[in-house]
């Protein structure tokens, strides 16, 4: 399995941009999707983003297409989550996925590999 740990978290106010990374171990990041999920307080842990292992599809959850990029570096083994015009309600701890393979996944149960996760606090 893939090692994975995000940074980049903060707190930051309305309508600022963070930009999220999770590195990851090892020598076969290329060989999968990369997802990122996160889990307000009190809430489940809920879809973001994801990305085909070469880069070629992403998708996004409707509450943040428009807003926040997923984008990766396979030369770096390096996932990254732009977030922009960020919304108080985008507060919460935000987890880095990855899933081995060519199948795209949009569930928690379609990543084997989990980040510690990294909080996001955006203030109104």
């Known amino acids: 399995q893939v090692q994975l740990v995000e940074s980049g978290g903060g707190l930051v106010q309305a309508g600022g941009s963070l930009r999220l990374s999770c590195a990851a171990s090892?020598?076969?990041?290329?060989?999968?999707?990369m997802g990122w999920f996160r889990q307000a307080p009190g809430k489940e842990r809920v879809f973001v983003a994801t990305i085909r292992s070469n880069g070629g599809d992403v998708y996004y959850a409707d509450s943040v297409q428009g807003r926040f990029t997923i984008s990766r570096d396979n030369a770096k083994n390096t996932v990254y989550l732009q977030m922009n015009s960020l919304k108080p309600e985008d507060t919460a701890v935000y987890y880095c996925?990855?899933?081995w393979g060519y199948g795209m996944g949009f569930f928690e149960s379609d990543f084997g590999s989990w980040g510690q996760g990294t909080q996001v606090t955006v203030s109104s």
């Open positions: 996925a990855a899933r």
């Open positions: 090892g020598r076969t990041f290329s060989s999968y999707v």
